[in-house]
């Protein structure tokens, strides 16, 4: 599975923590940045892991921010990115079987590395359940091609 991953500053300990667990277990990995703790924009690395999975270079993405909810509303501003930000096991794991997320965000500032690896590897081994969410997210996608260029 290819993945891409991205943070900001205050994402930037916990997204190089998740990065030597993930390049361990063998995934192919695209760190977008940040590549230190100097002081950046989180839209700038936000977007370039949104378009890396948008256009279909990445199969996932995880971004991390201070609260993770700046890197969602990027995220969710690129079209076919469905991005989720979650705090708890069980709602990366909804995001996965529900809404096909294909972006995990995370809070550096909120969510310890113990339970940030457990969300990762929770979301990443979730499959979608398809069925009845199908046209769910179809819904979605039909306004993506109606109302945005
Ligand atoms: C950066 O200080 C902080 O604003 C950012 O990481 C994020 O939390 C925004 O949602």
Redesign the pocket.
């Known amino acids: 599975m290819k993945l891409a991953i991205g943070s900001?500053?205050?994402?930037f300990e916990l997204k190089e923590y998740l990065k030597q667990i993930l390049l361990s277990k063998g995934y192919d990995l695209t760190d977008v940045g940040t590549y230190d703790k100097s002081?950046v924009d989180?839209p700038d690395f936000g977007f370039k892991v949104a378009h890396l999975v948008s256009s279909k270079l990445a199969d996932k993405g995880i971004l991390v921010?201070?609260?993770?909810?700046?890197?969602?509303?990027v995220a969710n501003k690129v079209k076919s990115v469905r991005a989720a930000l979650a705090f708890d096991i069980y709602t990366a794991i909804q995001s996965r079987k529900h809404l096909d997320a294909n972006i995990l965000v995370l809070?550096?500032?909120v969510t310890g590395q113990g339970l940030a690896e457990e969300i990762v590897n929770a979301w990443l081994n979730t499959p979608f359940e398809s069925g009845r969410h199908e046209k769910r997210i179809e819904k979605i996608a039909q306004f993506e091609t109606e109302y945005l260029k």
């Open positions: 900001d500053h205050a994402g002081s989180y921010c201070g609260t993770g909810i700046g890197m969602s509303v809070g550096g500032r």
